[in-house]
């Protein structure tokens, strides 16, 4: 083991104590603080019962977006939180009037977004949006940067761009799609989920109009606690359609006067807070925002690269990125049997994941050490060729 400096966090993260754990990218580890927390909202609930509200419930929601604001670069008051990333999608869609758009009615988008994203922009074709799907680069792990920023146009309404995409780990330059979507008109949503919390953001500086992303992945902040930035410019002229009483000024007015959007970003908020997981997520997020992206980064780039130079030795090739700066915070390896092979890992506590078309995707963080990666790849090789996932083979085979 290494003495890198961020190690002096991996005691207060308890599973790696017990396990290899490598799949930042898709759960990051739970801080021992979450626990702290989720029971101080037990007790007030059990003690205080309703007055909890006014003990700090309510504004728990605002509280976590302001870390968030931190970590992001961006002014205060800017994000709202929504039970996932689909919420947040639908929050901001809801601004969009596709059918009294006239001709600007587009949404681009690419084949290499997340597919639940893809599922809710192709969802608008029923509100009058028209789709422009572009094809990513031939090699599987690219987008075609040329061909992405050529089917910007004045027909095109949103854009909508995954910043790190999901199997690869390909970082896509999204300064120069916004550069190009604000030239024509239109307005961009950047899907932070992989690279929050691991790439440093720079939201305002790229321009960007709205981001979504959560907290559950990089940030150590646990399901149910996603985000929605909007940029403040932009802000005063989207109207939600999906809204609820806490984007009300005024919610305990309880006016039957109809809806008086907040002015900050509250103004995205729907209706009661998702306390439960806001409160066991701060822990992970603060200790995030105190470690700096800037610094989980480099070490992440370190992880990485190690990683990619034992798989080489070992002949496993990668389905991301060689170049540092081109790749996000995970390494995908093309690896045969690629389910089998995690569920063999799992089953002795390695614990990284498969996706179709991506391989076994291996994602450290600022508390790994250099030991576990190398380790990780070394059995990796061992159970090929021992064929020691061939009874999780057959247990894929089996139906449902
Ligand atoms: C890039 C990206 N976007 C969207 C999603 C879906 O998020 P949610 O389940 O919060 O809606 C994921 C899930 O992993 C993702 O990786």
Redesign the pocket.
């Known amino acids: 083991m290494t003495s890198d400096p961020l190690l002096a966090w991996r005691q207060h993260f308890p599973i790696t104590q017990r396990a290899n754990y490598l799949i930042n ?2 759960l990051g580890a739970m801080p021992a603080g979450a626990r702290a927390s989720v029971t101080q909202f037990l007790d007030q609930w059990e003690s205080r019962g309703v007055r909890a509200w006014g003990d700090g419930w309510w504004v728990l929601q605002e509280q976590f977006g302001a870390l968030l604001e931190g970590i992001l670069g961006v002014p205060e008051r800017t994000v709202s939180m929504h ?7 639908e929050m901001i869609l809801s601004c969009f009037d596709f059918r009294s758009a006239g001709p600007r009615n587009r949404i681009v988008y690419s084949e290499r ?2 597919p ?2 893809q599922y809710i922009y192709e969802a608008q074709v029923r509100r009058g949006a028209e789709l422009v799907r572009v094809p990513g680069r031939d090699d599987g792990i690219g987008l075609d940067l040329q061909r992405f920023l050529d089917a910007i146009d004045d027909r095109t309404l949103l854009v909508a761009i ?5 199997r690869s780990s390909w970082i896509v330059d999204a300064a120069a799609i916004v550069e190009k979507a604000r030239r024509v008109g239109a307005f961009v949503i950047l ?4 690279s929050v919390g691991i790439v440093p953001l720079k939201l305002r500086e790229w321009g960007v109009h709205a981001a ?3 907290a ?2 990089w940030l150590c902040g646990g ?1 149910g606690n ?1 985000f929605l930035y909007v940029d403040p410019d932009e802000r005063s002229r989207l109207m939600p359609t999906f809204t609820g009483w806490a984007a009300h000024k005024q919610p305990f007015l309880f006016s039957t006067k109809g809806q008086d959007y907040r002015d900050d970003g509250g103004r995205f908020f729907t209706g009661t807070p998702n306390v439960p997981a806001l409160a066991a997520g701060m822990a992970g997020v603060a200790i995030v925002a105190e470690v700096t992206v800037g610094a989980i980064r480099a070490r992440n780039r370190q992880l990485t690269q190690l990683l990619l130079q034992e798989a080489g030795r070992q002949g496993l090739p990668s389905r991301s990125p060689a170049d540092p700066a081109q790749r996000g915070g995970h390494v995908a390896l093309d690896v045969p049997d690629g389910y089998a092979v995690c569920q063999t890992l799992a089953a002795e506590e390695i614990v990284v994941d498969f996706r179709p078309d991506a391989g076994l995707r291996i994602a450290p963080h600022f508390y790994n050490t250099e030991d576990e990666v190398i380790a990780a790849v070394r059995r990796i090789r061992t159970i090929l060729d021992t064929r020691a996932h061939e009874r999780f083979r057959q247990q894929e085979r089996r139906p449902g």
């Not at 995954?162 to 999901?166: C, E, S």
């Not at 899907?191 to 992989?194: A, I, Q, S, V």
């Open positions: 990218n898709s039970q996932n990333v689909a919420v947040a999608l977004n997340f639940s994203d995954d910043h790190v995409l999901f899907d932070t989920f992989h979504v992303g959560g559950l992945k399901p996603c």
